[in-house]
């Protein structure tokens, strides 16, 4: 069974670089830095396809250790 993934940026190594600038969280949505954004199945996978047609930049979070 697939589930969702949780985005929150204090827990992310590209956290405070330059990738940060166009990350799809900042492109989707405003939000207060200690604020998750939640992401469910469905959401993932239409978020996938709008990558893959390039209308929207890939998902750049890498969960830290």
């Known amino acids: ?7 929150d940026c204090d827990r992310c190594v590209m956290q405070h670089t330059s990738t940060c600038d166009d990350c799809i969280v900042k492109f989707l949505c405003e939000r207060d830095p200690e604020d998750a954004v939640v992401v469910d199945v469905d959401e993932l996978r239409t978020m996938r396809r709008l990558v893959a047609v390039g209308l ?8 830290s250790g």
């Open 1 to 7: 069974m697939e589930i969702g993934i949780v985005i």
């Open 56 to 63: 929207v930049p890939g998902l750049r979070h890498r969960r």
